[in-house]
């Protein structure tokens, strides 16, 4: 049992290793069905990268194929979420160490190529842009608050999200697209003897 629940986490961990399938996952949890076709204009990424990432979805168990529909000469496939787009605590501590740090190895590799690419394409210079460094001194419980206030975080993110679409859908997005941002959390223990023992 244990070692089918690992395999479970693994494959989840791989779903959401790339942002567009975290964001796949994401849009289908919140609005339920969708084709690949409706995902890529409203995510706004190619159709080509989104049916790639939702096949991967399916080979990982992650979403399954709902129905299929004829249109426009063409078959098109509608998919569900079987998975959430996050890994919990629980998930997250029964992975193998190593999975762990290649899984954030490619996390980071990702926030660090958007933010590049962002600071090339001037997308910092907005004044509510937020970039803050803080190093933090905690014991095991400040620790734990920290962590437990950056999930609530998270999850107020998504909800606000969730509002945004909501107020387009319900008043129309008089021409304007939506903006696009991305959110990246890191609470982590420094290494050496900053560190301490744990």
Known sequence: MQGSRHQLDERLAKALSHPLRQRILQR???????????????LGDPLG???????????????????????????EHYYRATAEPWLDD????????????????RVLSQILEGASAASHEESFDHPETTVDHLQLELDDEGWSQVAALLHETQ??????????????EEHGADG?????????LLHFRRGGAAAGSS
């Open 155 to 168: 999850d107020a993110a998504l909800r606000i999200q969730s509002e945004s679409r909501r107020r387009r």
């Open 176 to 184: 304007k697209d939506p903006v696009r941002t991305e959110l990246a």
């Open 90 to 105: 629980g998930q997250w501590e029964r992975l193998p160490a190593a999975f762990r740090r290649k899984t954030l190895g």
């Open 28 to 42: 289908l949890n919140e609005d339920g069905v969708r084709s690949p076709n409706e995902l890529s204009r409203e």
């Open 49 to 75: 990268n989104v049916s790639y990432h939702v096949r991967i979805l399916r080979e990982l168990d992650c979403v399954e194929l709902v129905r299929t529909e004829q249109r426009r000469g063409a078959l």
